[in-house]
């Protein structure tokens, strides 16, 4: 069987969007008590589908690149250092 990359590329293009989708809008539900459609931010499994899909398709990002990635790198409660003894 002969691969369409056409649709290949369509299919990940659509995978792509949609995990954007999730991290940029949240994931609607229903809310249990009111039955309603609402908006919530995603959960553990979903950024871990995410992180999963960055990591399997080599995406990266040069460090000081990114403002988005300086910003978390600059909140985290750890600056790294704990772990330059294994690289000495």
């Keep these: 069987m002969k691969t369409d990359k056409t649709?290949?590329?369509d299919l990940f293009d659509t995978f792509a969007s949609q995990l954007k989708t999730i991290l940029t809008e949240g994931r609607t539900v229903v809310d249990k008590e009111t039955g309603e459609a609402v908006q919530v931010t995603?959960?553990?499994?979903?950024l871990n589908v995410i992180?999963?899909?960055?990591?399997h398709t080599g995406t990266t990002v040069a460090p000081g690149?990114?403002?988005v990635v300086?910003?978390?790198v600059a909140n985290l409660p750890f600056d790294?250092?704990?772990h330059q003894?294994?690289?000495?």
């Design 42 to 46: 995603p959960d553990a499994a979903s």
């Design 80 to 82: 790294g250092s704990e």
């Design 85 to 88: 003894e294994r690289f000495n």
């Design 51 to 55: 992180l999963n899909f960055l990591k």
């Design 70 to 72: 300086n910003d978390i």
């Design 65 to 67: 690149t990114n403002k």
């Design 7 to 9: 649709g290949l590329e």
